[in-house]
Nanobody, 123 residues
C-alpha cells in the first residue's frame, strides 16, 4: 500500500491562491497514476486533476484554467496549484495513486489515498 500525505490547505478569500503538496514514497512518481480529488461538504468525492505515467494530464472542467498539477520526482512530491479560488472550491482535498490501468478521472480507479487537507474559500 502506498502512503500519501497532503499538506498546504487553509482558509483563503475568493480570488486567492493555494498550493497543496502530497508527499509519498520513492518509486511511484513515474509508474503510477496520480491525482487530486476533492469532497465538498455533503457531496461525493470528485476528481479534480490527474497526471498520467507519461506526464499527460486530465482536468475537470470546473477547475480548468485555474488549477495545475505537477510533480517533482526528486522530492517525491505531487503538487496542486490552485489560483482564482472560488467558494465552490471549498472541500477536503485528497491525493491518490493508482498502480494499474490507463489513468483516468474515475475515483474508483484509485486505491491509495491520503488523509486529506481542508480548503475553505470565503466570498
Amino acid at each position: 500500500q502506498v502512503q500519501l500525505e497532503e499538506s498546504g490547505g487553509g482558509s483563503v478569500q475568493a480570488g486567492e491562491s493555494l498550493r497543496l503538496s502530497c508527499a509519498g514514497p520513492r518509486g511511484i512518481w513515474s509508474s503510477y497514476c496520480l491525482g487530486w480529488f476533492r469532497q465538498p461538504p455533503g457531496k461525493e468525492r470528485e476528481a479534480v486533476v490527474i497526471i498520467a505515467k507519461d506526464g499527460s494530464t486530465r482536468i475537470a472542467d470546473s477547475v480548468k484554467g485555474r488549477f495545475t498539477i505537477s510533480k517533482d520526482n526528486a522530492k517525491n512530491t505531487l503538487y496542486l496549484q490552485m489560483n482564482f479560488l472560488k467558494p465552490e472550491d471549498t472541500a477536503m482535498y485528497y491525493c491518490a495513486a493508482a498502480g494499474g490501468g490507463a489513468c483516468s478521472l474515475n475515483v474508483w480507479q484509485y486505491d491509495d489515498w491520503g488523509q486529506g487537507t481542508q480548503v475553505t474559500v470565503s466570498s
